[in-house]
């Protein structure tokens, strides 16, 4: 059995457990436990498997509650805090309260080294490596994590000027270690996304003479803020993040678009949850949003937003409903809600949710080519409608 100790500063309040990433190499896997605050101590070890019981990895986050809500990409048993994962000889991840700590359990085909690193001051790294195995490059390192949660800083935002053709930049979420939404079938988001953003970022140039930049062209992470800043530092006049929606339950399907307000419903408020949970969560993210909330209300861009979100919802439901028949596109409406990437943009901004990945046949819909151009297509043609009537005011 190997014991691992981090001594860290006591506190008098209890921090709760938000978020949960698994980052899977083939031997070695990472563990990413973040709270809102940190932990009073944290303490981890390994043990063997023993007859019917599997070898495990457990983790004590001492004085620390579960969050009612705890993020992570992959599905929650309905009522349960126990998350079947089955891959790369990572069984389960287990979650429970013993009394004032937080106990996280992984449970291991074959016993692991481990070790805990402190990622931030409020974010615990933990390392799962099969014995006499090299370390897996692929996966993300402390520091890194470490930058991503808190986050870069924001260029600072020039006077906007008006450009010859319209500048817009086009992000699809995700990428590298960050794979998104996980569908049915195993398709990853930031895979899908890439496909759908690309044909987008085609279309604005040959049919509105765009000139068109990607946050990122292939398989690799950038933080929320890093796409934020790309879109800032280059006086964008339209900012368009492409996703794919997931939902705890399989029966949800359909086609959203959000911009930036306070939520407006609870399943607005989770999806912005799960998108977010690619930058940070919490008070910080609230904060920071309603401080940039009356910035945008005050400069007009949170209208323009909307009207945007309402041009492209619009012509999507239209153009799918045509092409793919009765029955096959569901309008689930234009939303608001406080997403980290829209926050930190000083454009009129949106985010498009093309469908659910949790859902079955939404998930065959995202991966047909014939839906992603004709998708892509209606994006652009929304966005041609919308800079036609913000031209005309
Ligand atoms: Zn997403």
């Not at 937080?102 to 490596?129: F, K, P």
């Not at 998708?375 to 409608?385: K, L, P």
């Amino acid at each position: 059995m190997l014991v691992a100790w981090l001594a860290l500063a006591p506190r008098a309040q209890a921090a709760q457990l938000e978020q949960v990433l698994l980052f899977l190499g083939a031997e070695h896997s990472r563990l990413l436990l973040v709270l809102d605050e940190p932990a009073s101590d944290v303490s981890s070890h390994s043990s063997p498997a023993v007859g019917s019981a599997p070898a495990r990895a457990t983790v004590m986050l001492d004085d620390t509650a579960l969050a009612s809500r705890l993020i992570t990409p992959y599905l929650q048993r309905p009522g349960g805090a126990e998350m079947p994962v089955g891959q790369h000889g990572i069984k389960q991840l287990v979650f429970s309260s013993m009394g004032p700590r937080a106990q996280v359990v992984v449970e291991l085909e074959r016993a692991r080294n481990l070790s805990i690193t402190a990622v931030g001051d409020r974010a615990y790294l933990l390392d799962l490596r099969l014995p006499d195995t090299p370390p897996d490059a692929s996966l993300p390192e402390a520091p890194a994590l470490a930058n991503w949660l808190a986050g870069l800083s924001m260029a600072p935002s020039k006077a906007h000027e008006p450009h010859a053709r319209p500048r817009i930049v086009v992000d699809p979420g995700h990428g590298g270690w960050d794979s998104g939404a996980v569908g049915c079938t195993g398709t990853h988001e930031a895979d899908v996304v890439l496909a759908l953003a690309r044909r987008v970022a085609t279309g604005l140039e040959r049919e509105l003479g765009a000139e068109v930049l990607l946050t990122r062209e292939d398989n690799t992470f950038l933080s929320l803020h890093e796409r934020a800043a790309f879109a800032n530092s280059r006086d964008a006049d339209i900012f368009i993040s492409i996703h794919a929606n997931a939902a705890p339950a399989p029966t949800v399907w359909g086609i959203e678009t959000y911009y930036l307000d306070v939520a407006s419903d609870a399943n607005a408020a989770a999806v912005a949850l799960r998108e977010n949970a690619s930058v940070h969560t919490g008070v910080q993210a609230d904060d920071a949003a309603s401080r940039v909330l009356s910035e945008l209300v005050v400069s007009g861009t949170s209208a323009m937003s909307r009207k945007l979100a309402n041009e492209i919802q619009g012509a999507v439901v239209q153009n799918l409903s045509q092409l793919m028949g009765p029955g096959q596109t569901r309008d689930l409406g234009v939303k608001s809600a406080m997403f980290t990437v829209l926050v930190s943009t000083r454009m009129p901004s949106i985010l498009f949710e093309a469908s659910f990945l949790t859902h079955p046949d939404d998930e065959m819909r995202l991966r047909t080519p014939a839906f992603q151009r004709a998708t892509a297509d209606s994006i652009v043609q929304g966005v041609r409608s919308y800079l036609a009537a913000t031209e005309s005011e």
